[in-house]
């Protein structure tokens, strides 16, 4: 008899989206590296994909999260790490970047 193993839910994909032409890959590399140090190994991968025409998006697992066009311009940290929290673990703490809920819940 072989046994079965419970299902995995597959981690998280990233693709950050950045217009080559209008010189954003630095600006699309660092936060790639903010969501990388905040989100580790709960991501299954963050990529990053180059094209033009004034493009900057951001999907998790295929739902867009960030348009600069629609969103106004790019993200700060704060609102990307937010807006992936609340797809990965709506629980999930961010310290300073929620504004310090756990000292204020304490006081």
């Not at 072989?2 to 217009?19: G, V």
């Not at 094209?51 to 993200?75: A, K, M, N, S």
């Given at each position: 008899m072989?046994?079965?193993?419970?299902?995995?839910?597959?981690?998280?994909?990233?693709?950050?989206?950045?217009?080559?032409?209008?010189?954003?890959?630095?600006?699309?590399?660092?936060m790639?590296?903010?969501?990388?140090?905040?989100?580790?190994?709960?991501?299954?991968?963050?990529?990053?994909?180059p094209?033009?025409?004034?493009?900057?998006?951001?999907?998790?697992?295929?739902?867009?999260?960030?348009?600069?066009?629609?969103?106004?311009?790019?993200?700060?940290?704060?609102?990307?790490?937010?807006?992936?929290?609340?797809?990965?673990?709506?629980a999930?703490?961010?310290?300073?970047?929620?504004?310090?809920?756990?000292?204020?819940?304490?006081a």
């Amino acid at each position: 008899m072989t046994e079965t193993k419970p299902e995995t839910k597959p981690l998280p994909r990233i693709a950050i989206t950045y217009c080559s032409m209008c010189n954003w890959l630095l600006r699309s590399a660092w936060m790639a590296q903010e969501l990388l140090q905040t989100f580790g190994q709960d991501l299954g991968e963050v990529v990053l994909i180059p094209r033009t025409g004034g493009i900057f998006q951001i999907h998790y697992d295929g739902e867009l999260i960030w348009d600069r066009t629609v969103d106004g311009g790019f993200p700060d940290v704060k609102q990307l790490k937010q807006r992936v929290r609340d797809r990965l673990d709506p629980a999930r703490d961010l310290g300073h970047l929620d504004g310090h809920k756990a000292q204020a819940a304490e006081a």
